[in-house]
């Protein structure tokens, strides 16, 4: 290399220099937040650097949810789209897809399975529809709550996963919709502003863009993406501006101690999930009787249930302690790399956001958990809670944007 030649820059880098740009040229009697909203607001999604290969996966509408599960574990995503397989060739992307599968909907499917009937609770054909996008309704969070939880004999998931049913349930039966479209979609047309504001004031976990002209996907923005890309921005003058403030400073943790979820070591590991859906949180720690947090479990462990299940065969029950013990020495025997071989990822409340975003990208984690000087919990910062303090929704911003981007189907009968 010529001495003196910068390194070349990393598609998500580029990305931040055109914010270093935009934010030269702002007025100067504008705040800090309020220039990134605006040199955000001047940058087409389409400038977003494409998902990787993998994450590009779709799945047809007919597949199994056996089959469904194999292909979300082996490339390592939480979600994908889902294909209708009945759609003519130039169906517009609203009718070409039917939704998004997702583990945590697949996590709802098990739940209904691991117990008895409930008067509370819909018909299982109604529930299952509710799985894919994330919907819950309060009949559902009666039934999951801590008395239906029984402990799961090591057996169960074997049984489950080798059953007649697991194998013929459609990915397509499964699969419920948005109130506009099959999922909540942006254009390439759209800006960043809009993308971050999305994927976190509105708590979506990912975005697909869509191709109008062809009726396809064309990328899919994920938390974790957004993350990798500011992690890329360090050194950047607006990004050095903004991530050197302390946790504290930017008001974070949101959540307090008091109010953080978690499941006890010796309860059944299917309570941790059903918190988790029940609260709409991604993970819980799990903690020991004397009171600390010796793990976490997140929504996308589940799959350590259906993908190896032979792994908890020789527990009576499996706990959240049995859960996370099987889960590791499964890792360690196949010498595969993940967050649950690490302790609980911790920071402190003067740690810089910049010190928790080069950690989060670094570790391909979702959450950190704040703690004081003894090791005590003091709450939990996720993805969203991070790029929910680099922008602001200004007022009356989306408009009719919910209404004006997504068209009413025309068999809707909303």
Known sequence: MVMGEESPRSPEAKVGMQVEDLWDIQEPQLSPTEKLNACFESIPVSAFPPAPLHQGIEIRSDSSLAEAVQIL??????????????????????DRYIGIVEFAGIAVWILHQ???????????????AAATNGAISPLEQQVLGPESAAATPGSFFESLTSSELYKSTQVRDISG????????????????????????KYKMKSIPV????????ENIITQSAVIHMLAECAGLQWFERWGTKTVSELGLPMMSPASIVKVYEDEPVLQAFKLMRKKRVGGIPVIEKGGRAVGNISLRDIHFLLTAPEIYHDYRSITARNF???VRDYLEKHEESSPMLSNMITCKKDNTIKDLILMLDSKKIHRVYVVDDDGNLEGVITLRDIIS??????????????DGVLPL?????V
């Open 73 to 94: 574990a082996e490339h390592k995503i939480l979600s994908a789209p889902v294909v209708d397989v009945d759609a003519p060739d130039h169906a517009s992307w609203i």
């Open 177 to 200: 919709s948005f109130r506009w479209a099959p999922f909540l979609a942006l254009q390439t047309s759209n800006s960043f502003l809009t993308m971050l504001l999305l994927l976190s």
């Open 389 to 402: 303090r680099l922008v602001h929704e200004p007022r009356g911003y989306f408009g009719d944007f919910f």
């Open 324 to 326: 996370l013990t099987a």
């Open 409 to 413: 189907p025309q068999n809707s009968r």
């Open 114 to 128: 691991s117990e008895p009937p409930s008067p509370r609770s819909r018909s299982g054909g109604n529930a299952l």
């Open 210 to 217: 869509v191709d109008l002209g062809e009726g396809k996907i």
